[in-house]
């Protein structure tokens, strides 16, 4: 049985007291489990997760990533967790713009640590990238009720410490700075950059929100190579519409394209 309540992270107890108003406030550390999202959804579900609940775990055995791929993450060297919110203030077609906040969360953060460098960035929908290599990956979970959203549950997978990969296109804090980091210290500082985004969008102040993401979109208003229905195109980034879609001037018409529609290329 999960116990709650826990302020724990291995033996870093007091690394974990993130300064916010409630995300992080409820911990649940797991040593192990197969995916902190499907653990968050439990909680949720059973009416044990307050408002701002962060599941963390050392190792994940079966992580979900966007378009149904397994996140895959060296056991002690990464973050991975997730947080319960419920923004019963979001209607259920806004909710594109809880993904916003979080990646721009996330964004902020990293920034922090690396230092403003013009290479990190948000690929949509929200994959963190600097340069072309993936540093980390969102995944959110969305319950709704009639037209409002009854919780979510936002997974965040970020490498730190890992230092190879099996595949070429990912990256890590540590490959990038050749600095270790303490996962608990980290924790916290995402856990507040987190609640300040999403207290952006709980005032509303939504415009702002949908500006700065498009500021730091991965290849926004840069002409490349994209595939579709079997096809291979140039377009351009141009924005992202209210519903999520990625918007791309292609021959000189507008096309807007779902996650599994549409293919990065050259």
């Not at 499907?38 to 079966?62: H, M, P, S, W």
């Not at 702002?208 to 500021?215: K, P, S, V």
């Amino acid at each position: 049985m999960l116990g709650l309540n826990v302020t724990k992270y291995e033996k870093h107890v007091e690394a974990l007291s993130p300064q916010t108003l409630f995300t992080g406030q409820q911990l649940v550390w797991l040593p192990e489990c197969a995916s902190t999202n499907t653990e968050a959804q439990q909680l949720a579900v059973q009416n044990r997760a307050t408002d701002g609940c962060c599941v963390i775990t050392d190792k994940q055995t079966a992580g979900r990533g966007q378009r149904g791929n397994q996140w895959e993450a060296a056991p002690g060297e990464n973050l991975t967790l997730s947080v319960v919110w419920r923004p019963s203030f979001l209607a259920a077609a806004d909710q594109f713009l809880l993904s916003q906040a979080v990646a721009l969360a996330v964004h902020d953060w990293l920034t922090v640590l690396l230092s403003p460098d013009p290479g990190l960035r948000v690929k949509w929908p929200n994959d963190i990238f600097f340069g072309h290599r993936k540093l980390g990956g969102i995944l959110i979970e969305n319950t709704l009720n009639g037209a409002k959203i009854q919780h979510s549950i936002v997974g965040i997978g970020l490498n730190i410490n890992q230092q190879e990969f099996g595949v070429p296109t990912a990256t890590s804090l540590f490959q990038l700075t050749g600095r270790a980091y303490s996962l608990p210290a980290l924790v916290t500082h995402l856990l507040e950059s987190l609640e300040r985004r999403y207290l952006q969008l709980r005032a509303g102040r939504v415009g702002a929100l949908r500006t700065e993401y498009l500021r730091v979109l991965y290849r926004f208003q840069e002409e490349h190579t994209y595939e579709a229905e079997g096809r291979t195109f140039r377009g351009q980034i141009v924005g992202v519409d209210e519903a999520g879609r990625l918007a791309l001037a292609v021959g000189g018409q507008l096309r807007y394209f779902d996650l599994k529609q549409i293919r990065y290329l050259a």
